[in-house]
């Protein structure tokens, strides 16, 4: 089984490079959003609004209609803090070991004296003093275009949203390797323990997840589907703007 996950991820690998590589000359010189797929992301970006608004979205009200703002505001606080393996292993890819060592102070406390993530005692240190042990945002996405690679072709996933060619991959990479809920570090150094690789324990943890992701997203989207006049197009130009202020590590954007 770790042999297939290890050659799909391979194959992935290869057509990510090939994608992003190409895709990397397109981009550089573009005026303005990189779309040549936009017919067919309009198609996915309808059939995703479809499923966000039958599925999704009542889960996720129903979520919020159920859970006092405590309790979702320490859910949050775990899956960020099991984010921060993935912020710190991209933060040394990316040589910036700064982040790696503010990132990893962040998740030592948030997980030893924060109850497994479950209190941000690291933001709470940061706000009252001079050390900056707030959230980071990195992932492999990110990395590579810290190396120079184009974003590619704007691409709108089945389920997950805006993407492009590189973060595509790249989500694909973090996926696998680094995130402890879908594959990840456990998946790598842990794989002897049956309990934590169990799909039931993870599949579980994946969905809550998504519905907490979704239930923080509630109020953004109804404020753009009121203000936008082209939602697909105002996502995709705030999607690729913001991931562009990420890869050159912009302040406001982390």
């Known amino acids: 089984m770790i042999n297939i996950i290890r050659f799909k991820a391979i194959a992935c690998l290869v057509l990510g490079l090939l994608l992003t590589g190409c895709a990397s000359m397109k981009t550089n010189n573009q005026n303005g959003p990189y779309d040549p797929l936009e017919p067919m992301n309009r198609a996915v970006f309808n ?10 979205d009542p889960v996720a009200r129903g979520y919020k209609k159920v859970t006092p703002d405590p309790i979702e505001l320490v859910v949050g606080n775990f899956f960020s803090n099991l984010n921060d393996v ?7 890819l990316q040589l910036n070991y700064k982040s790696a060592l503010a990132s990893s102070t962040r998740l030592l406390i948030n997980t030893t004296f924060g109850i497994f993530g479950l209190i941000d005692i690291a933001s709470d240190l940061s706000a009252a003093s001079d050390i900056n042990l707030n959230k980071r945002n990195e992932d492999f996405g990110q990395t590579l275009g810290h190396y120079g690679i184009g974003s590619g072709p704007y691409i709108v996933l089945p389920l997950l949203g805006p993407s492009s060619a590189r973060d595509t991959f790249g989500l694909a990479v973090d996926s696998f390797f680094m995130d402890p809920v879908t594959q990840g570090v456990t998946g790598v150094f842990m794989k002897n323990v049956d ?17 907490n992701a979704r239930a923080q997203f509630l109020d953004d989207d109804k ?19 913001r991931r562009t202020s990420l890869v050159n590590n912009s302040s406001e954007a982390k």
């Open 47 to 56: 059939f995703n609004e479809m499923v966000y608004d039958n599925v999704f």
């Open 223 to 241: 404020t753009l589907e009121e203000a936008a006049l082209d939602k697909y197009e105002f996502t995709r130009d705030a999607y690729l703007q």
């Open 86 to 92: 993935v912020v710190i292993t991209n933060s040394v």
């Open 195 to 211: 309990y934590i690789n169990a799909v039931a324990l993870r599949l579980p943890v994946a969905t809550a997840r998504t519905i």
